[in-house]
């Protein structure tokens, strides 16, 4: 939900949508794309590579639960987003920004929403 928010709060569009690349929308570098705003494209963060990056959740879950475990939850996680994200972009859906910003994005919530819901770890 906060990807899908963003996306439409940025207005950013695909990379299929530019010019460069066959659309017939200008190119503009991803920050001046952002500050200007406004635009009418739906394309950043990354909805797709946010469905993988979604499971880094397992990787807290796992720390709390079964700490052996943490670093094969924090590779599903990764390796979703990876993933879906290489695939859209092989499209053309997306750039690479547009998938890291999305992992940073997905990283942060679900270490908010872990240090709210989960009890804390003692060793």
Excluded: I
């Amino acid at each position: 939900m906060l990807v899908a928010l963003a996306k439409q709060m940025t207005g950013v569009e695909c990379p299929w949508n530019l010019q460069p690349f066959g659309g017939t929308q200008v190119y503009l570098p991803l920050l001046q794309q952002l500050l200007q705003g406004g635009g009418d494209g739906v394309c950043f963060p990354a909805g797709h590579a946010s469905a993988g990056y979604a499971w880094l959740a397992l990787y807290f879950a796992a720390k709390t639960a079964a700490p052996r475990w943490r670093y094969a939850a924090l590779a599903v996680g990764l390796g979703g987003g990876l993933l879906f994200g290489l695939s859209q972009q092989l499209r053309g859906a997306h750039f690479l920004s547009h998938d890291l910003w999305s992992m940073v994005l997905c990283w942060y919530a679900v270490m908010l929403l872990a240090r709210l819901m989960l009890p804390a770890h003692r060793n």
